[in-house]
């Protein structure tokens, strides 16, 4: 600045209105930026600006250098016309801040999906900031599942909206499970729109019960039956998959009303009943195990997958009036094949027709694959 004795009449006027014209918020060029990280800003003003390291950022590691270089042009917020030592006292941050908040508050007017890092964790939830505006994210919108340890999310990126917005209040209120549960039902109907009878998935046993697994298919779970699981009826499905398991299975059926899905296991194998026909006959006597007892019979395994009934007319010569009074489960007889439906996939055999006969019968030769 130049000496006030080498100013003229018109000259000290001009810088008197200057004074009384300096705008509460000003922009200048950059002049100077010092190693503490102040930064000098030639306002046209009588005297230069200055924006300390505190009125930069509330981040202490921040570094004007990484922003601005000399020559550029910043906006501040005027502090003080004086600082003590002749400078205008200036703000950035108050200025980003107003800035920020802006652009938020369209973002939130607009319903936008908002990114941000986490810089606080607690019990309570997660402090996200969007420069310098603290939002908080309570637990129970944070989309964080049991046993998933929050602190995880220490300095993490997060997606969130905001669900409450109250900035005069200090209240800005995000919300990570809103976002989680869009996409996921845009997910989800992405893959109704594109699902079909016949498509193979790769999936994960997400749960298994008696009746079968459930498998996940990224975004939706389906039913993998016990009988699509393995040929033999008995089998437990925890004998095959365990939780957890990388699968591929096809869809069976679809129910897309009822968003449900039922699949089949390509592991399974061939279809043992595809080969009954040729290995297996009307009049064979046939050596088979007793699987499962009923009250109008048993059933009896042939080979893994092929099971036929006798009949309890058919176990003895002698009327019973239940199966286990001759026969015990997993006890292997010799049975003689007297009806078969392969359509149907049902072979009748008889005990009792081979009593008092030899112990000769057919072995499952045909056990082939």
């Not at 990484?66 to 906006?75: A, N, P, R, V």
């Not at 205008?88 to 890092?117: D, G």
Request: glycine letters at 6%; zero cysteines.
């Amino acid at each position: 600045m130049r000496d006030e004795k080498e100013m003229t009449f018109e000259e000290l006027y001009q810088e008197s209105l200057k004074e009384t014209k300096l705008e509460k918020t000003v922009t200048g060029k950059i002049i100077s930026i010092t190693a503490q990280g102040e930064i000098f800003v030639d306002i046209n003003y009588k005297a230069d600006g200055i924006i300390p390291k505190k009125e930069y950022s509330d981040d202490e590691n921040a570094n004007p250098k990484d922003e601005f270089k000399i020559g550029d042009t910043i906006t501040a917020d005027v502090v003080k016309q004086n600082d003590g030592l002749g400078n205008v006292l200036l703000s950035y941050k108050r200025v980003k801040t107003r800035e920020a908040r802006k652009q938020l508050e369209e973002k939130v007017k607009e319903n936008e999906i908002i990114e941000a890092k986490v810089t606080q964790v607690n019990e309570k939830g997660l402090v996200a900031t969007i420069n310098d505006v603290r939002v908080f994210i309570p637990l129970s919108l944070s989309g964080i599942t049991r046993g998933e340890d929050i602190h995880s999310y220490q300095g993490k990126e997060v997606r969130f909206r905001i669900t409450e917005y109250e900035p005069r209040n200090n209240r800005v209120i995000g919300s990570i499970r809103s976002v989680i549960e869009e996409e996921k039902k845009q997910k989800q109907e992405a893959f109704w729109n594109t699902v079909e009878v016949g498509k193979e998935y790769e999936g994960t046993v997400a749960s298994l019960s008696s009746y079968g697994a459930f498998v996940d298919l990224g975004v939706v779970q389906g039913l993998l039956h016990v009988s699509e699981i393995s040929w033999e009826r008995n089998v437990k499905p925890e004998e095959i998959l365990k939780q957890g398991q990388a699968i591929k299975v096809t869809i069976l059926e679809l129910d897309r009303e009822n968003k449900r899905i039922k699949l089949s296991y390509g592991e399974k194998g061939p279809n043992p009943w595809n080969k009954v026909e040729k290995n297996y006959h009307i009049g064979d006597v046939v050596r088979v195990k007793v699987v499962k007892m009923m009250a109008f019979g048993v059933f009896v395994e042939l080979e893994p997958g092929i099971e036929g009934l006798v009949h309890i007319s058919q176990i003895a010569e002698k009327k019973i009036a239940k199966p286990e009074e001759v026969l015990t489960i997993n006890e292997q007889v010799n049975a003689k094949i007297i009806d078969m439906d392969l359509e149907q996939k049902r072979i009748e055999l008889s005990i009792k027709e081979l009593e008092g006969t030899s112990n000769e019968y057919k072995e499952s030769e045909t056990q082939e694959g």
